[in-house]
Protein backbone atom coordinates (compact mmCIF):
# COMPACT_ATOMS: atom_id res chain seq x y z
CA UNK A 1 0.00 0.00 0.00
CA UNK A 2 3.19 2.57 1.09
CA UNK A 3 5.01 1.36 -1.83
CA UNK A 4 3.05 3.57 -4.64
CA UNK A 5 3.32 6.24 -1.76
CA UNK A 6 6.70 6.01 -1.39
CA UNK A 7 7.52 6.29 -5.13
CA UNK A 8 5.28 8.73 -6.47
CA UNK A 9 6.57 11.35 -3.17
CA UNK A 10 10.12 10.23 -4.04
CA UNK A 11 10.64 9.18 -0.07
CA UNK A 12 13.59 6.70 -0.79
CA UNK A 13 15.32 9.05 -2.94
CA UNK A 14 17.78 11.30 -2.18
CA UNK A 15 17.23 15.23 -3.06
CA UNK A 16 19.59 15.33 -6.00
CA UNK A 17 17.58 12.37 -7.33
CA UNK A 18 14.15 13.70 -6.61
CA UNK A 19 12.70 14.89 -10.29
CA UNK A 20 10.16 17.46 -10.78
CA UNK A 21 6.77 15.69 -10.29
CA UNK A 22 8.05 14.37 -7.50
CA UNK A 23 8.99 17.60 -5.85
CA UNK A 24 5.48 19.25 -7.16
CA UNK A 25 3.80 16.64 -5.54
CA UNK A 26 5.72 16.67 -2.15
CA UNK A 27 4.82 20.60 -2.28
CA UNK A 28 1.48 19.65 -2.73
CA UNK A 29 1.21 17.59 0.17
CA UNK A 30 2.87 19.91 1.99
CA UNK A 31 0.52 22.84 1.57
CA UNK A 32 -2.37 20.55 2.20
CA UNK A 33 -0.74 19.84 5.29
CA UNK A 34 0.16 23.42 6.64
CA UNK A 35 -3.48 24.50 6.08
CA UNK A 36 -4.23 21.47 8.73
CA UNK A 37 -1.40 22.97 10.92
CA UNK A 38 -2.54 26.34 10.71
CA UNK A 39 -6.03 25.14 11.77
CA UNK A 40 -4.82 23.06 14.47
CA UNK A 41 -2.40 25.94 16.25
CA UNK A 42 -4.57 28.78 17.72
CA UNK A 43 -6.07 31.39 15.20
CA UNK A 44 -3.24 33.98 16.89
CA UNK A 45 -0.26 32.10 15.77
CA UNK A 46 -0.51 34.00 12.71
CA UNK A 47 -1.66 37.29 13.73
CA UNK A 48 -0.61 38.32 17.35
CA UNK A 49 3.36 37.74 16.75
CA UNK A 50 4.77 37.68 19.92
CA UNK A 51 7.90 35.71 19.92
CA UNK A 52 6.61 32.57 20.38
CA UNK A 53 4.65 32.49 17.53
CA UNK A 54 7.39 34.37 15.40
CA UNK A 55 9.68 31.24 16.32
CA UNK A 56 7.00 28.84 15.06
CA UNK A 57 6.50 30.48 11.76
CA UNK A 58 10.36 30.44 10.96
CA UNK A 59 10.53 26.82 12.53
CA UNK A 60 7.64 25.50 10.63
CA UNK A 61 8.61 27.06 7.16
CA UNK A 62 12.34 25.62 7.63
CA UNK A 63 10.77 22.16 8.18
CA UNK A 64 8.52 22.38 5.40
CA UNK A 65 11.00 23.52 2.88
CA UNK A 66 13.52 20.74 4.16
CA UNK A 67 10.21 17.75 3.40
CA UNK A 68 9.77 19.70 0.30
CA UNK A 69 13.06 19.57 -1.42
CA UNK A 70 14.14 16.24 0.26
CA UNK A 71 17.06 17.89 2.67
CA UNK A 72 15.06 16.29 5.06
CA UNK A 73 13.10 13.00 5.50
CA UNK A 74 9.41 13.65 4.42
CA UNK A 75 7.28 12.02 7.11
CA UNK A 76 9.68 12.61 10.25
CA UNK A 77 9.51 16.31 9.08
CA UNK A 78 5.26 16.54 8.72
CA UNK A 79 5.97 14.76 12.17
CA UNK A 80 8.06 17.55 14.06
CA UNK A 81 5.89 20.24 12.56
CA UNK A 82 2.91 18.03 14.84
CA UNK A 83 4.89 18.40 17.81
CA UNK A 84 5.77 21.73 17.11
CA UNK A 85 2.22 22.86 16.73
CA UNK A 86 0.91 20.82 19.59
CA UNK A 87 3.87 22.14 22.15
CA UNK A 88 2.74 26.18 20.55
CA UNK A 89 -0.71 25.41 21.75
CA UNK A 90 0.38 23.90 25.17
CA UNK A 91 2.31 26.92 26.18
CA UNK A 92 -0.33 29.12 24.78
CA UNK A 93 -2.64 27.48 26.75
CA UNK A 94 -0.68 27.69 29.66
CA UNK A 95 -0.01 31.26 29.36
CA UNK A 96 -3.58 31.69 29.48
CA UNK A 97 -3.68 30.24 32.67
CA UNK A 98 -0.42 31.58 34.29
CA UNK A 99 0.85 35.20 34.14
CA UNK A 100 4.72 33.69 35.06
CA UNK A 101 4.40 31.07 32.06
CA UNK A 102 2.88 34.32 30.00
CA UNK A 103 5.24 36.47 30.67
CA UNK A 104 8.50 33.97 29.80
CA UNK A 105 7.09 32.44 26.65
CA UNK A 106 5.01 36.29 25.23
CA UNK A 107 6.95 38.70 27.41
CA UNK A 108 5.24 41.98 29.49
CA UNK A 109 4.37 44.93 28.12
CA UNK A 110 6.36 48.15 29.50
CA UNK A 111 5.21 51.58 29.80
CA UNK A 112 6.92 54.43 27.28
CA UNK A 113 5.60 57.56 28.09
CA UNK A 114 3.24 57.86 31.01
CA UNK A 115 1.33 61.04 31.62
CA UNK A 116 3.70 63.26 29.12
CA UNK A 117 6.73 61.96 31.03
CA UNK A 118 9.02 59.64 28.71
CA UNK A 119 11.13 56.67 30.63
CA UNK A 120 14.37 57.01 28.73
CA UNK A 121 16.10 54.25 30.35
CA UNK A 122 13.88 51.84 28.65
CA UNK A 123 13.23 53.16 25.49
CA UNK A 124 17.03 52.89 25.82
CA UNK A 125 16.78 49.30 26.70
CA UNK A 126 15.00 48.56 24.09
CA UNK A 127 16.84 50.83 21.44
CA UNK A 128 14.01 53.10 20.90
CA UNK A 129 14.80 56.48 20.13
CA UNK A 130 13.00 59.78 20.52
CA UNK A 131 12.48 60.07 17.08
CA UNK A 132 11.43 56.11 16.28
CA UNK A 133 8.79 57.21 19.34
CA UNK A 134 7.50 60.07 17.43
CA UNK A 135 7.13 58.46 14.42
CA UNK A 136 4.50 55.51 16.57
CA UNK A 137 2.96 58.48 18.40
CA UNK A 138 1.82 60.40 14.74
CA UNK A 139 1.09 56.36 13.84
CA UNK A 140 -0.80 55.23 16.35
CA UNK A 141 -2.63 58.05 17.75
CA UNK A 142 -2.48 61.09 15.74
CA UNK A 143 -0.27 62.70 18.21
CA UNK A 144 2.16 64.85 17.77
CA UNK A 145 4.24 65.59 20.99
CA UNK A 146 5.01 63.34 23.99
CA UNK A 147 2.96 65.94 26.32
CA UNK A 148 -0.49 64.77 24.60
CA UNK A 149 0.46 60.91 25.81
CA UNK A 150 -1.61 59.54 28.71
CA UNK A 151 -0.33 56.41 27.99
CA UNK A 152 2.53 54.65 25.20
CA UNK A 153 3.20 51.11 26.40
CA UNK A 154 5.74 48.83 24.61
CA UNK A 155 3.67 45.52 23.83
CA UNK A 156 4.59 42.25 23.62
CA UNK A 157 4.58 41.78 20.38
CA UNK A 158 6.76 44.70 20.16
CA UNK A 159 4.41 47.06 19.04
CA UNK A 160 3.27 50.30 20.84
CA UNK A 161 0.27 51.26 21.68
CA UNK A 162 -0.89 54.70 22.22
CA UNK A 163 -3.79 56.50 24.58
CA UNK A 164 -4.14 60.19 24.40
CA UNK A 165 -4.68 62.21 27.00
CA UNK A 166 -8.04 63.97 27.69
CA UNK A 167 -7.88 67.56 27.75
Not at 64 to 86: E, K, Q, T, W, Y
Not at 122 to 137: F, K, P, T, V, Y
Amino acid sequence: MFDPIKEVLGLDLKPDELGTLQICLRGFVVFVYAIILVRLGAKRFLARMTAIDAILGFILASTLSRAINGAAPFVSSLAVCIVLVLTHRILSWLAVHSKAVGNMVKGREQILVENGVLNKNLMQQHLISEADLAEELRLNGSICSPEEVKQATLERSGQISVVKRKD
